[in-house]
Antibody, heavy 119, light 107 residues
Framework: EVQLVQSGAEMRKPGESLRISCEGF????????ITWVRQLPGKGLEWMGR????????VYSPTFQGRAAFSADKSISTAYLHLYGLRPSDNAMYFC????????????WGQGTLVTVSS | DIQMTQSPSSLFASVGDRVTFTCRAR??????LSWFQQKPGKAPTLLIY???ILHSGVPSRFSGSGSGTDFTLTISSLHPDDFAVYYC??????????FGGGTKVEI
């Protein structure tokens, strides 16, 4: 069974950084991209970008360039989202999804990680 | 970026109703469109891809159509489990995969 399991909820102070993990099960991790999606409270879905775990090549949405970074450790089938210089406006749910490269299909999603930034 | 606009933003319906909502792309995207369902507090789930192909395990009461700039998602007979938010997403632009703003289906 294909599963993506994300790390748990995080709370940080403004200016701090954090890392969210997304571990894949039930499929060949290097045969798919991992994409990251943000959802602000009560709002819609925003594509942040994606990483190819086979070579760690990344593509970022311009909105998130410079404030987020993606990495992956293919030996443990895990992708990471790094967020820097956190602000209260980064309060959101962050999702990873399995991303089929040839047709940009997001066919399986992680359960989401809630990030709270507050002083 | 290819802007995606969904309408209506919300609609009220009853169990058994046939509902249709639309998604419009600012530029032509062929059939490069996916539809997702999201329930409160949960991750989105894929319903339809390539505008009209039902994802594995999705009930046949869901259907999608359209090409170019105008797309529709239809639920032929609403079930209680279908009250949720529905998002379209264009999959044409590899470097900017944009979502629509969503349509909330309420009782």
């Amino acid at each position: 069974e294909v599963q993506l399991v994300q790390s748990g909820a995080e709370m940080r102070k403004p200016g701090e950084s954090l890392r969210i993990s997304c571990e894949g099960f039930g499929f060949t991790f290097t045969s798919y991209y991992i994409t990251w999606v943000r959802q602000l409270p009560g709002k819609g879905l925003e594509w942040m970008g994606r990483i190819d775990p086979s070579d760690s090549y990344t593509v970022y949405s311009p909105t998130f360039q410079g404030r987020a970074a993606f990495s992956a450790d293919k030996s443990i089938s895990t992708a990471y989202l790094h967020l820097y210089g956190l602000r209260p406006s980064d309060n959101a749910m962050y999702f990873c999804a399995r991303h089929r490269a040839h047709d940009n299909l997001f066919d399986f999603w992680g359960q989401g990680t809630l990030v709270t930034v507050s002083s | 970026d290819i802007q995606m606009t969904q309408s209506p933003s919300s609609l009220f319906a009853s169990v058994g109703d046939r509902v249709t909502f639309t998604c419009r792309a600012r530029q032509r995207i062929g059939t490069s469109l996916s539809w997702f369902q999201q329930k409160p507090g949960k991750a989105p789930t894929l319903l339809i891809y390539q505008a009209s192909i039902l994802h594995s395990g999705v009930p046949s009461r869901f259907s999608g159509s359209g090409s170019g700039t105008d797309f529709t998602l239809t639920i032929s007979s609403l079930h209680p489990d279908d009250f949720a938010v529905y998002y379209c997403q264009q999959t044409a632009n590899n470097n900017a995969l944009t979502f629509g703003g969503g349509t909330k289906v309420e009782i």
